[in-house]
T-cell receptor
Framework: GAVVSQHPSRVICKSGTSVKIECRSLDFQATTMFWYRQFPKQSLMLMATSNEGSKATYEQGVEKDKFLINHASLTLSTLTVTSAHPEDSSFYIC????????????FGSGTRLTVV | KNQVEQSPQSLIILEGKNCTLQCNYTVSPFSNLRWYKQDTGRGPVSLTIMTFSENTKSNGRYTATLDADTKQSSLHITASQLSDSASYICVVSAAQAGTALIFGKGTTLSVSS
């Protein structure tokens, strides 16, 4: 079945630094990737949607200059949290969907970001 | 407004018992409904996916039902195991290009011995 690999699983960084999270589709071409943020005991909140080769579409309230998304290939999307602050500490999850598939939303295993 | 409501918010059951989780939605036009299991600190894992024409779908000890008329779904877990302790999320997809998935807030299930 479809597998999405997300790295790193955990990262601790100092306030003011940037962190990059990678999301790879291992056995299918992901034409669309989604990035979510999840706070404790809350559901997933969509941050942005990215299609391969084009700019990401950000949800209302999500700063595109702070959360940089790159989807340069059909198997890789990255989320970079720039100038991270403690309030950016959260669980970030990516999801990928293959071409022509309204069924196949496969999630990565998530990244726990802690900004100190 | 497209919404997905889940109940109960949390549930504690003894190992070996059955339980049923509920999901009501107001998403229109409806495309499909998915149930995911999310372990703490992990990404969601798909359990079942159902379209408008499907009434029930099973995946091992998990059985999902869908009533598209009343816009309700349930997830039944049979003979629960300790490893079933997780959050169960109901997610609905609208049949509209560019519409994102609509997530419920999840039901937190705790299975105790």
């Amino acid at each position: 079945g479809a597998v999405v690999s997300q790295h790193p699983s955990r990262v601790i960084c100092k306030s003011g630094t940037s962190v990059k999270i990678e999301c790879r589709s291992l056995d299918f071409q992901a034409t669309t990737m989604f990035w979510y943020r999840q706070f404790p005991k809350q559901s997933l909140m969509l941050m942005a949607t990215s299609n391969e080769g084009s700019k990401a579409t950000y949800e209302q309230g999500v700063e595109k200059d702070k959360f940089l998304i790159n989807h340069a290939s059909l198997t890789l999307s990255t989320l970079t949290v720039t100038s991270a602050h403690p309030e950016d500490s959260s669980f970030y999850i990516c999801s990928a969907r293959g071409e022509g598939s309204n069924y196949g939303y496969t999630f990565g295993s998530g990244t726990r970001l802690t900004v100190v | 407004k497209n919404q997905v409501e889940q109940s109960p918010q949390s549930l504690i059951i003894l190992e070996g018992k059955n339980c049923t989780l509920q999901c009501n939605y107001t998403v229109s036009p409806f495309s499909n409904l998915r149930w995911y299991k999310q372990d703490t600190g992990r990404g969601p894992v798909s359990l079942t996916i159902m379209t408008f024409s499907e009434n029930t779908k099973s995946n091992g000890r998990y059985t999902a039902t869908l009533d598209a008329d009343t816009k309700q779904s349930s997830l039944h877990i049979t003979a629960s195991q300790l490893s079933d302790s997780a959050s169960y999320i109901c997610v609905v997809s609208a049949a509209q290009a560019g519409t994102a998935l609509i997530f419920g807030k999840g039901t937190t299930l705790s299975v105790s011995s």
